[in-house]
């Protein structure tokens, strides 16, 4: 395994420059100046008129307004997804799935919303509008797969987290699904400066650390712009900070404890550098990969008055939840 520690150091500050013993590192410099610099110009990256924020389809952003209102029915989600027929097959597709433990077969979209619910409903159309609101940059694309998977893992993670409390669970998914936008939108700016310096698009651990440290503002500035409930936006904004308003949040507790049961399962953000023209690395910046902040799971959990053998009985059903999305996804394929 690659370690990267340490090549932050220059060639003048090793006693061998100068003295034909040191060999200048090949590939780009891992420095400190450079994510300054990264940092600053992603700071005002989405302030730029001409900058285009993924945006899902509008009827996706639809079905979310109307599963708001208190009164809505049936035929009206049904009549909406309609006119999205990629939508409407994947939301039929999901109802007959293992996911939702369909015992016999839904024929139509109006059976297959009164299975799930409209709550469900309106999770699977986002989860799908997020596969359809794929963002790409060349370079980093190995990277922005990764975050995709561990966002959808974050997702059900964080359902299957927020009903094992007391807390409403009605945002859990989304939360989960959305929470990491801002690192996708952090890559694509990356590579929008790297191309600006005519430099080839590639991942360091520098590069990573100034995506990373930018990006829950990215997130919330997207959720922002698609007109999502402020609460939503807020959580987003500041995940992995568990005191908002110095209280422990719970939705805050619920993500944080889900990314947790993710990374311990494999399926938590894994960047790698990838160049066009190059055979990819596959060693992960483990140094530099997004975690969440480990301090605070049992802060997390006392929350959301859980224990550690709360979260051993939830990383056993994360298991299982986990096998069966994996296997959604080599169907999908």
Known sequence: MRDW???????????????????????PVDSEEEQVQLTAWLDVFLQKPNVQLPRPPAVALEVMALSRKPQVRIEDIA??????????????????????????????LKQSLVRVGLGVVRDVVM????????????????????????????????????????????NAFLLGLLHDVGLSVGLVGLAEYLRGRKEPVRLTPARWRAVEAIHERFSGAVLGS????????????????????????????????????????????????????????EVALVSARETSVRDYTDEALRALSLNRRHYQALGVEAQRVLETLSAQYQAAR
Request: proline letters at 5%.
């Open 79 to 108: 009549s909406v997804l309609e006119r999205e027929p990629l939508l409407a097959g994947r939301v039929l597709k999901l109802s007959n799935s293992a996911l939702y433990g369909g015992v016999t077969a839904c024929h139509t």
């Open 5 to 27: 520690r340490g090549t932050t150091a220059t060639a003048t500050s090793d006693p061998r420059y100068g003295k034909g013993e040191y060999t200048l590192p090949s590939g």
């Open 127 to 170: 989860e799908t509008a997020m596969q359809m609101t794929v963002l790409h940059a060349e370079g980093v694309n190995r990277t922005l797969e990764s975050i995709r998977r561990h966002s959808s893992a974050v997702a059900w993670l964080s359902r299957l987290v927020a009903r094992n409390t007391a807390f409403d669970a009605e």
């Open 226 to 281: 698609w007109g999502l409930p402020p609460q939503l936006t807020l959580v987003a904004q500041q995940h992995h900070t568990l005191h908002v308003g110095g209280r422990a949040h719970p939705q805050v507790a619920v993500l944080l404890i889900a990314e947790h049961l993710a990374d311990d399962a494999g399926w938590g953000v894994c960047p790698v550098t990838e160049s066009s023209g190059e055979v990819p690395d």
